[in-house]
């Protein structure tokens, strides 16, 4: 059974307090394209996990923890708030890691299809039974389904007993990124770039690193990442259909 952390505790830069909330609160269609059934968009990550495992955490801010602890206990979830020099979802989640499974970060402004889904948890336990690799989830190019102009990155996963590993990772993408050398806004991009080898403002995905997700999963980082996507596409501000 692995661990799976879904990473919400991060500043909320981009997203600009849209809509008065938070990005992981949004309402969103819990189907494409049918009105009834809005949920928040974290809610409904935490909903579809409940299907594959109740190893269950949530990271969340420490200058808002209140919402978060709500929902988590709402769908049986643990929290961990991060510590104010956390950096990113690796730094913060860091205290969750496991070395005796397999450990799944999720992104917790992402809009998971099931399949989605289903590919990462089954790709992690499965592939990583027989590989001591890391694997990266997410869409290499643009998505002609959500409209989203580039690439992303929705979750990673990696062996328990590679977590010394993944530590070191994390403190090296800080390093690089410190020393001009990295996008200081590319944490799991440049990760995957060293463990490919490649340089690390060059965007290339290799296997065996890398698993391709293009369907209507994506990340909710910008307001208008939300007003495009399919699950949110015509509600109002209000969270309603638009008439």
Not at 46 to 71: K, R
Not at 105 to 132: F, H
Not at 153 to 170: C, D, H, K
Request: aromatic share 10%; hydrophobic share 40%; proline share 7%.
């Amino acid at each position: 059974m692995p661990r799976v952390i879904v990473a919400a505790a991060g500043p909320q830069a981009k997203w600009g307090g849209y809509l008065g909330m938070r990005s992981h609160f949004v309402p969103v269609r819990s189907v494409l394209d049918r009105d009834e059934g809005l949920v928040p968009l974290l809610g409904r990550t935490l909903g579809q996990l409940a299907d594959y495992t109740d190893d269950v955490w949530l990271t969340i801010p420490q200058d808002d923890p209140g919402p978060y602890e709500v929902l988590a206990k709402a769908y049986g979830v643990r929290t961990r708030r991060a510590t104010p020099d956390c950096r990113n979802e690796f730094e913060s989640s860091r205290p969750l890691w496991t070395f005796d499974a397999v450990n799944v970060l999720l992104l917790g402004d992402v809009w998971y299809t099931d399949e989605a889904l289903r590919t990462i948890l089954t790709e992690a336990v499965v592939t990583l039974a027989n590989e001591d690799g890391f694997k990266f989830f997410g869409r290499e190019k643009l998505s002609k389904i959500t409209g989203s102009p580039w690439g992303e990155i929705f979750a990673n996963s990696w062996r328990g007993r590679n977590t010394p590993r993944m530590s070191e990772l994390t403190d090296a993408v800080r390093r690089e990124q410190d020393a001009g050398r990295a996008d200081a806004t590319k944490h799991g991009w440049t990760m995957l770039r060293m463990l490919q080898g490649t340089p690390l403002r060059q965007h290339e995905v290799l296997p065996p690193w890398w698993v391709e997700v293009d369907d209507a999963t994506d990340d909710i980082d910008f307001p208008a990442d939300y007003r495009r996507h399919p699950a949110t596409r015509g509600l109002s501000k209000a969270g309603v259909p638009c008439v």
